[in-house]
C-alpha cells in the first residue's frame, strides 16, 4: 500500500523516531505539538511542524486535510490531564474525519494498563479491558472512539504498549534514580516492556499491511520487577534494592502480556528480549 503523506499527532520520544523511519521512505509528515518551544526539533525530523491542541478542530482538522495516514502518539506529561490530552483528541479526530476523505489508517499507541489486574495471568487483545484506574478507563474510552470510526476503506489500529525503553530511556536510567531505596510489597508482579525500535517497526508494519485492530505490542520476555531491577543493578553496579514485603504494592495491577497476535501478523521484533543490553549472567 503505497501512502505519501502522513500527520503524527503528538511527536514525542516515539513520534520522532517514526517520522524520521518515514522520511527515509519519502513519505511527506506533518508533526505536532501542543508547546510551540518544541517547534525546532521537530522542523528537523518533519516537513511540516505544527502546534496543534487536541481539543481545537479547526486545527486538527487542518493537520489531517490530504493525509492518508494518522499516528496519533501523544502522551501525557506527568501532570497532565488523561481526559484532555487522550479523550478529547480521538473525539476531535473523529469528528474531523469527513474533512480527511484520503486517510487510510489510523494508529493510536495506548497501554497494556487498561487490561487491570489479572493477578499475573497471561492476556491476549480478546480478553475484557477492566482498567482499575481513572486514566485507565479514559485511555479504554479513547481507544473505543477510534476503533469505532473504522470503516471499509479506513483501518484503525490500536497497540497497547509495555513499558518503553530506549536510547535515552534506558533501563539503568529508568531505575538508577530508586537504586538502594527499599520499594513496598515483593516485586512478584509482572514487568511488560517494550523498545522503542520496537514501536516504529510495529507502527510501520501496521501501516504497510494494513491492521485493524486491537494489538499488544510488549517484547516476549517478561521478568518479575523484582528481576528486572537485581538484574539492571548487577548489569550496572547499581545498590541493591531491597523490598519490604509487609507493604502492599504500588502496583495497581499483575498482568503477563501475549504478544502472539502480533507476530502472526507477521512482525519480527527487533528485541524479544533483554538480552542484547542486560546479560543474564
Known amino acids: 500500500m503505497s501512502h505519501h503523506n502522513a500527520a503524527i499527532l503528538g511527536c514525542g520520544y516515539v513520534g520522532q523516531a517514526v517520522a524520521r523511519l518515514w522520511q527515509s521512505q519519502g513519505i511527506t509528515v506533518t508533526a505536532t ?38 499516528l496519533i502518539c501523544v502522551g501525557a506529561g506527568r501532570q497532565a490531564n488523561y481526559e484532555t490530552t487522550y479523550l478529547k483528541t480521538a473525539e476531535t479526530v473523529v469528528q474531523a474525519l469527513s474533512q480527511a476523505p484520503n486517510l487510510r489508517q489510523i494508529i493510536f499507541t495506548s497501554t497494556y494498563s487498561v487490561y487491570g489486574n489479572y493477578g499475573g495471568a497471561w492476556v491476549r487483545e480478546d480478553d475484557p479491558a477492566n482498567p482499575v484506574t481513572d486514566n485507565g478507563r479514559i485511555m479504554l474510552a479513547t481507544e473505543n472512539v477510534l476503533l469505532s470510526a473504522a470503516t471499509d476503506q479506513r483501518r484503525v489500529c490500536v497497540f497497547r504498549l509495555g513499558g518503553i525503553y530506549g536510547p535515552g530511556r534506558e533501563l ?92 502472526a501478523a507477521g ?13 543474564l549472567s
Open 267 to 279: 512482525y519480527t521484533f527487533h528485541h524479544p528480549t533483554f538480552s542484547d543490553l542486560l546479560p
Open 172 to 263: 539503568a536510567k529508568i531505575y538508577g534514580r530508586s537504586a538502594g531505596t527499599t520499594r513496598p510489597g515483593s516485586g512478584d508482579e509482572a514487568s511488560n516492556w517494550i523498545h522503542r525500535e520496537d514501536i516504529v517497526g510495529a507502527i510501520d508494519w501496521a501501516n504497510t499491511h494494513g491492521l485493524s485492530g486491537l494489538y499488544n505490542l510488549v517484547q516476549d520476555e517478561i521478568p518479575t520487577i523484582h528481576e528486572l531491577i537485581d538484574r539492571v543493578g548487577r548489569t550496572y553496579g547499581l545498590a541493591p534494592t531491597p523490598w519490604d514485603a509487609t507493604q502492599s504494592s504500588a502496583r495497581p495491577y499483575n498482568v503477563r502480556v501475549s504478544n502472539q497476535k502480533l507476530k
Open 33 to 70: 505539538t501542543t508547546r510551540p518551544d518544541r517547534l525546532p526539533e521537530l522542523q528537523a525530523v518533519a516537513d511540516r511542524a505544527v502546534v496543534v491542541r487536541g481539543d481545537d478542530g479547526a486545527a486538527v482538522a487542518d493537520a489531517l486535510a490530504g493525509q492518508q495516514m494518522l
